[in-house]
């Protein structure tokens, strides 16, 4: 059973526009939500958090947006750089679980 | 400062045979954790500890042991290699738990005939 899920396996967008890279998960007790980025031959790198007492969270050009009665989180990129075509991972955890879930990920391709 | 390191980068493996896949961070962390990536599965935990003489599974621990005996290190061992265990395995640390960003090595794509 995934608990977080990912639907959308690739994006394309252009240079300078949004991305928007989705999520889902089931399982209410989770309280805290991440997103790493992956380049292709390397490992995953932390990009942004959300706790669940918060529906927004900033860090420059990325801005996490939660909705907890619909069990959704989205991050935004903007502008979108050639730098940011990745592979995006969500994830979540909460309290005592000492565990990670990750959903399956989606390729984001920023064209020129 | 080397973060975490990951060795081998590849690995063959017969069917039946054993290995260990190494991991060692230098950042005095606490929390150390073992993933899987495959296709259209992202990231699955295997086994994880939050300290030196504690482990506990994951949702994949079938197949693979693991030990802690220090803080630095925390290997993977697998006891009799499946075709099924052909994949990417990463070794991740953080500080003290999961609420804290993960650190990941490059890891170790494994490929079992």
């Known amino acids: 059973d995934q608990q977080v899920k990912q639907n959308s396996p690739s994006l394309s967008v252009q240079e300078g526009r949004i991305s928007i890279l989705n999520c889902d998960y089931t399982n209410s007790m989770f309280d805290y939500f991440l997103w790493y980025k992956k380049y292709p031959a390397e490992g995953p790198t932390f990009l942004i958090s959300?706790?669940?007492?918060?529906d927004k969270n900033e860090d420059g050009r990325f801005t996490v947006f939660l909705n907890k009665s619909a069990k959704h989180l989205s991050l935004h990129i903007v502008p979108s750089q050639p730098g940011d075509s990745a592979v995006y991972f969500c994830?979540?955890?909460?309290?005592?679980?000492?565990?990670?879930?990750f959903g399956q990920g989606t390729r984001l391709t920023i064209n020129p | 400062n080397a973060g975490v390191t990951q060795t081998p980068k590849f690995q063959v493996l017969k069917t039946g045979q054993s290995m260990t896949l190494q991991c060692a961070q230098d950042m005095n962390h606490e929390y150390m954790s073992w993933y899987r990536q495959d296709p259209g599965m992202g990231l699955r935990l295997i086994h994880y500890s939050v300290g030196a003489g504690i482990t506990d599974q994951g949702e994949v621990p079938n197949g693979y042991n693991v030990s802690r005996s220090t803080t630095e290190d925390f290997p993977l061992r697998l006891l009799s290699a499946a075709p099924s265990q052909t994949s990417v395995y990463f070794c991740a640390s953080s500080y003290d738990t999961v609420y804290e960003k993960l650190f990941f090595g490059s890891g170790t794509q494994l490929s079992v005939l």
């Open positions: 959300i706790s669940s007492i918060k």
């Open positions: 994830a979540a955890t909460n309290q005592g679980a000492q565990k990670l879930v």
